[in-house]
């Protein structure tokens, strides 16, 4: 019996050794990860803890010296370019290597090899609107218009590649070890595709819902509803701007026929909620110093590991700091020791739509004008983890991929749009970047942009010298009005694009009587612009706080500035909630809950700070209110997309009683009053609930803003219920899952003094104490000083590594 026990025994133990050793789906196999000397615990040491003296790296033509100061933030000094990219490379991928590759492979449509079949439709979407062609189009017209950048991009990636080829079991990061793969070598290409993969992030089109709003409404109320440029707007370029060019011809043609169908297919990923941004300049007549301040906070998902990496970037020709984007050249925001940019989203409609007829069912014709011309065919081979490869055929057409067919996203047989898409047209957004790191003066900056595709931003600029800029940067559509506003018929050559507009006549502005630049994301001129300009998501409530604020202010200080960054007055709320209040009539006098909630709305200053109730009640009462007015229009099937908030609001004020509040179905007639004081029962029932369960209906527990892991189902990983106030439309958006991703001001005097947080922490090992240790001063409000350093400088150093 003895024998049979141990036989057993022993045939457990074989089992469960077999278990922990072999992966099961996408779970890896639990030994190696359990493993103490190569699993997850020997990511629980801290950089401090593993820091070298000297490492050596291969094809260096000089020694380089990197000291980190005591947030972890680098500071690089090396003899020349090459050195410089090859050890930001080395650098950045000690610390971010996992964040780099993840984010290329998304970009690239390869999450599948990494998480198995439940990525292979996002992948599917993400090769057919041709992220990867895009980016091998860059990295053609890099290598042979600009070899020194694409010199520099291998030099970067050769930094990488050495930090890879050294890279233990025990150091791997443990996402890698959690998801039970290895990192692949790095290219000059993935930079390229990295930044193709912000401009996807970043750009939107409202095509397909526009389309089907022009179905549904009609043309005369879909302008009453959704109008080019309302009342009030406060644009980019100051009211009144002189041009001062002749613009280019543009020929709208005679008849316009648009395909008629309503659509029921799936709308491409469209930017995050909340995806949005501030800049701004204020010259030295304005500020307490005489001197120039610059700030930036772009605002984008809250993830960790956060998608910026500070820096600091030296050679004896120039000193930059600021904020990278692990896997790209140079420093993306930030400054030097003569100028300071940052970057806001321009939101230009620079993708269109086009139906495509084929000859037949070969797809390999399509019929343009009179003639049928040749398609081409891309053959996607999407690996699949724990399957065989999955192969998908894209079908190329003169305006890009068709995206949608039969065969992807869409209900019918003969639905097929192809997308036409600045991206897929060679650029090289990295010299930019690269030329604005050692630009000296506003000559040099203009020189830096002209290199600029996409996606459209607008770049706020200053100097030591005295100037302040703003410039709409990208490579613009030449359109008609109304161009790329539907789908269009692309068998009529007329809907094609008619150039680009001239690069000298993008929009900009330097040194304006006002005394300051900004953008939030807004229209980027006044009805004088003489080019055709669209998009749907323009914001109508940061711009004109923030305008409100400058223009009001003087003597500016660093700290004024950022406060400014910090501002949680709610506009929106400002210019809605009188009038709410003034509908509900009765309704306010329902219950003791409700004359609680009325009185906290009526003594609100309108501020959503973290502590306050009011916010809540608000953004609920407006919630349901929103939902109750368009409530017809969200009943179509096909997508559509809703008119925005500051509409809404205009038209509940000047026309409270207009038919468009009318309800199709029901007898009697409704008004805008009508959908308010159904809004507020609704609220009332909403808080009824909250309260029993939550408690607490302060705003930052009921928003609970979240830095979230880029895999969600990380949640350790991840850090919830941040308390901090703000909100989307306002100057400080932090909403649930999306926020200021860097905060920085920059005051550019004789020496430069300068400050930035972002809401996360140096490290990309969840494991360091600098993984998140920005967080909470963040979340404050508070900023790390971030003057340049002199490499003899001996306070604040953390450690410092030599490279040779």
């Known amino acids: 019996m003895k024998y049979i026990g141990f036989l057993v025994a022993f045939a457990l133990t074989i089992a469960l050794a077999v278990a922990v050793s072999t992966p099961f789906g996408t779970i890896p196999p639990l030994a190696p990860l359990l493993d103490p000397y190569h699993g997850f615990w020997q990511n629980s040491l801290s950089e401090d803890e593993l820091a070298e003296d000297e490492l050596n790296l291969s094809n260096l033509s000089s020694e380089v010296k990197v000291i980190y100061d005591e947030n972890l933030i680098p500071h690089v000094f090396a003899e020349n370019d090459a050195d410089l990219y090859r050890a930001q490379g080395y650098i950045t991928a000690k610390h971010r290597l996992w964040q780099m590759e993840f984010q290329t492979m998304a970009a690239g449509g390869r999450l599948s090899e990494i998480v198995g079949p439940m990525a292979l439709e996002l992948d599917r979407m993400t ?78 089109d409202r095509d397909l819902e526009y389309s089907n709003l022009r179905k549904i409404l009609g043309e005369v109320m879909l302008d009453k509803l959704y109008p080019e440029y309302p009342q009030g707007v406060d644009p980019v370029i100051e009211p009144g701007h002189d041009w001062g060019f002749t613009p280019a011809t543009v020929n709208r043609p005679d008849s316009i026929s648009y395909p008629d169908d309503l659509l029921v297919i799936e709308s491409l990923p469209q930017p995050a909620d909340g995806t949005g941004s501030n800049n701004w300049a204020v010259s030295g007549s304005k500020t307490k110093s005489g001197n120039p301040i610059l700030a930036n906070d772009p605002h984008l998902s809250l993830n960790l590991p956060s998608l910026w990496y500070s820096m600091q970037l030296t050679t004896p020709s120039h000193s930059v700091k600021g904020a990278t984007l692990p896997g790209a050249l140079g420093v993306i925001s930030g400054f030097n020791e003569n100028i300071a940019w940052g970057v806001t989203n321009a939101t230009r409609d620079t993708r269109d739509w086009y139906k495509i007829t084929y000859q037949d069912d070969s797809r390999k014709a399509y019929r343009y004008g009179d003639k049928w011309e040749q398609t081409s065919f891309r053959i996607e081979e999407i690996k699949v983890k724990g399957e065989p490869v999955y192969l998908d055929t894209v079908v190329y057409t003169n305006y890009g991929p068709v995206v949608y067919d039969r065969t992807f996203n869409a209900n019918r047989q003969d639905v097929n749009f192809a997308l036409k898409w600045n991206v897929h047209e ?60 539907f789908f269009m018929d692309g068998a009529d050559p007329r809907m094609e694009w008619q150039g680009y507009i001239p690069n000298e006549h993008n929009a900009s502005t330097l040194n304006p009587s006002r005394g300051f630049v900004s953008s939030a994301n807004q229209h980027p001129t006044d009805s004088t612009y003489p080019y055709y300009v669209f998009d749907n998501s323009y914001e109508f409530y940061r711009n004109r706080r923030l305008n409100s604020r400058l223009s009001e202010m003087n003597q500016i200080t660093v700290e004024d500035m950022q406060a400014l960054q910090f501002d949680d007055y709610y506009l929106h709320a400002a210019e809605a909630l009188p009038l709410m209040l003034e509908l509900v009539g009765a309704n306010a006098d329902s219950d003791e809950d409700a004359k609680k909630y009325i009185g906290l709305l009526k003594e609100w200053d309108f501020y959503a700070d973290p502590n306050q109730k009011a916010p809540t009640l608000f953004f609920i009462w407006w919630k349901n209110t929103y939902g109750q007015v368009w409530s017809d229009l969200s009943k179509n099937v096909a997508p559509i997309v809703l008119p925005n908030y500051y509409r809404t609001v205009q038209l509940m004020k000047d026309a409270p009683n207009d038919p468009v509040f009318d309800l199709r179905g029901t007898a009697e007639i409704e008004t805008a009053a009508t959908h308010v004081q159904q809004g507020f029962k609704e609220m009332l029932a909403d808080m009824k609930i909250w309260e029993a369960e939550q408690g607490d209906f302060s705003w930052a527990n009921y928003k609970q803003t979240k830095v979230q892991h880029l895999v969600p189902q990380f949640k350790s990983f991840s850090v919830e219920n941040v308390y901090t106030g703000g909100g989307s439309g306002i100057l400080n958006a932090t909403s649930n899952r999306a926020g200021a991703s860097w905060r920085m001001v920059v005051e550019l005097g004789e020496e430069v003094n300068a400050f930035g947080i972002y809401p996360g922490g140096q490290s990309g090992n969840p494991g360091s104490k600098y993984y998140s240790n920005f967080i909470n001063r963040w979340a404050n409000g508070e900023y790390l000083n971030f003057d340049l350093r002199k490499s003899d400088q001996t306070e604040g150093v953390l450690f410092q590594t030599i490279l040779n």
């Open 426 to 485: 060679g650029s090289n957004e990295q010299k930019t970047f690269l030329m604005l790191n050692t630009a000296k003066n506003h000559d040099d900056y203009n020189a830096a942009l002209n290199s600029y595709t996409a996606p459209a931003q607008n770049f706020v600029f200053a100097s030591k010298s005295g100037d302040i800029a703003m410039r709409i940067q990208g490579k613009f559509p030449l359109k008609w009005k109304g161009q790329g506003k």
């Open 127 to 204: 090769r057919r609107k041709g992220l990867a062609f895009g980016a091998e189009k860059g990295a053609e017209f890099i290598k042979q218009n600009d070899p020194e950048s694409y010199a520099l991009l291998e030099a970067y990636a050769d930094g990488v590649n050495q930090y890879i080829d050294q890279l233990s079991d025990a150091r791997l990061p443990v996402e890698y070890k959690i998801l039970n793969y290895r990192p692949e070598h790095w290219t000059a290409f993935k930079s390229i595709l990295l930044l193709k993969y912000m401009t996807d992030m970043l750009v939107g």
